[in-house]
């Protein structure tokens, strides 16, 4: 199929080579705690797919990990990655945010707010979630997946989910050139 398999990525190729990597309008998804590589990979590829940017919230794994490598290695060089060193870090760098918080128990369904051009989309670790204080202070933009006889969906899946509809509401603006 004509895919380049590589492996052997450096740790200079995981940084972005633009920094204007981000479309104009693009989304920002945000990870609090990602604990699995190759979730973390897969929302990788679909940043790199709809020019979103990817925000990190330590602590997390280390970005060298194999299994990371092979779940999103050869789109590092097409990211525009930022990594935090906790939430508070990230909520003072970005002060005007008022994230879409994913998770569980959220008042509104996903698919029943309004998303815009520029929206950040905050997803919680595979195990512990978002923490409940943030949540607290984000109530009115909680959201959540409706499902049925599982705990949760796949963060990577859930990530999709959530960002594809996003971007049909804003009429896929972020993927034209």
């Known amino acids: 199929m004509g895919r380049k398999h590589n492996i052997f990525v450096k740790e200079n190729d995981r940084v972005p080579l633009d920094r204007k990597l981000t479309r104009p309008g693009a989304l920002t998804l945000v990870l609090v705690h990602p604990r699995i590589p190759q979730n973390t990979g897969a929302i990788a590829r679909l940043c790199a797919a709809t020019g979103s940017r990817l925000d990190l919230i330590r602590p997390l794994f280390t970005i060298d990990d194999a299994k990371l490598k092979r779940a999103g290695l050869d789109y590092w060089p097409l990211l525009d990655v930022r990594v935090f060193e906790s939430i508070e870090h990230w909520i003072e760098q970005n002060p005007s945010v008022s994230p879409w918080v994913v998770e569980v128990g959220g008042q509104n369904k996903y698919s029943s707010v309004q998303y815009k051009e520029g929206d950040f989309l905050m997803f919680g670790d ?25 705990r949760s969906l796949n963060l990577a899946m859930s990530v999709g989910i959530v960002t594809f509809e996003a971007l049909r509401q804003i009429d896929y603006s972020p993927l034209r050139n």
Do not use: A, C, Y
Not at 127 to 150: A, C, M, W, Y
């Open 126 to 150: 595979e195990q512990d979630g978002i923490p409940p204080s943030f949540l607290e202070k984000h109530r009115n933009t909680h959201i959540d997946i409706p499902q049925i006889n599982v």
